[in-house]
């Protein structure tokens, strides 16, 4: 999608995420798309889910401040059955005026982390206590983050897993997937993404260029009992992700996550990446804390406006 290229070309930020780009890829029976058009090219888009009257928008920069993307909101504000929802990548300066204007308040935080090389393992920048533990926690620039890989060849991190009675192994395609989907929902009940993904949708993101199985890590009870908790990785180009870590509720609270944590990092520093990033809710201040703990610094945030 050009637009959506262009635009993070110019934002430093992509303007959408994973789940409306998959919509345009797969299609959805959910999914409102809304275009405005310029002669031959599109120079805005908008995606809105039915089912859960979230929203995503992207307008070309050189076409901003002339009212399309409040004509497209409001559009959308019709369209919508409940109160709308919308992200807003980066928390721009130009995002949060535009939402304010239209009369928006802040609902959920969506921190990025990110690090690699030398110094970043040892949480530079960071609050004593750890990055959760208060609200004003800094912000490490994404390009001091970046500086700080050059020269070395893979990420450095501080390992924190420790020994569990889980045993940690690869995902079985063709045997595994109910059972992921079981303790994906249970791990993150109530999120109004993560926990409604089914089979479908993880079929779905397996079949992405970027999938490895190997990078999809499983932790089952010992003699090769049910799955209790996941981590799943990402590698694109040098950048390693950790994509997602989910631990049933029968197994948190046990290290079960800073063990899957460090196996998944461990994968990654195999993969040879230089840097690492991962995305988590401001609100979960534990698991914010483990990943401070490990290395990872805030270097970004999106925020989501609801009306």
């Known amino acids: 999608m050009a637009l959506a290229t262009n635009t993070t070309a110019h934002d430093g930020v992509p303007p959408l ?33 039915l089912g859960t009257s979230r929203a995503e928008l992207v307008v070309a920069p050189e076409v901003r401040r002339q009212g399309i993307g409040r004509s497209m909101t409001e559009a959308l504000l019709r369209e919508s059955s409940s109160p709308l ?22 609902r959920r935080e969506l921190l990025h982390m990110s690090t690699g090389g030398e110094g970043v393992a040892g949480g530079e920048g960071l609050s004593r206590g750890g990055v959760g533990d208060r609200p004003d926690a800094p912000i490490v620039a994404k390009r001091a983050v970046q500086e700080r890989c050059q020269g070395s060849s893979t990420a450095r991190f501080v390992r924190i897993g420790g ?72 590698v694109v180009g040098e950048v390693g992700e ?36 991962l995305y988590v809710e401001a609100e979960r201040e534990r698991a914010v804390r483990m990943y401070a703990q490990a290395g990872f610094v805030i270097v970004g945030r999106d925020v989501q406006y609801g009306w």
């Open 242 to 277: 950790i994509y997602a870590i989910g631990v049933h509720p029968s197994a948190q609270g046990v290290g079960l996550g800073r063990a899957l944590l460090t196996a998944g990092l461990e994968h990654l520093v195999g993969r040879g990446v230089r840097q690492v990033e």
């Open 17 to 49: 995420s994973e789940a409306p780009l998959l919509a345009l890829r797969y299609g959805s029976k959910d999914a409102l798309h809304l275009l405005e058009r310029r002669v031959d090219r599109v120079v805005a888009y908008a995606q809105l889910d």
């Open 163 to 234: 020994k569990s009675p889980w045993e940690v192994g690869g995902f079985v395609e063709g045997k595994d997937e109910e059972a992921w989907v079981g303790v994906n929902a249970a791990a993150f009940v109530g999120h109004p993404e993560q926990g409604r993904m089914t089979r479908e949708d993880l079929v779905r993101r397996m079949s992405e260029p970027w999938f490895d199985p190997d990078g999809l890590l499983a932790a089952r009870e010992p003699g090769g009992g049910d799955l209790r908790g996941y981590v799943w990785t990402k």
């Open 85 to 106: 929802l919308m992200w807003a990548h980066g928390d721009l300066p130009c995002s949060r005026a535009f939402a304010e204007a239209l009369g928006a308040t802040r």
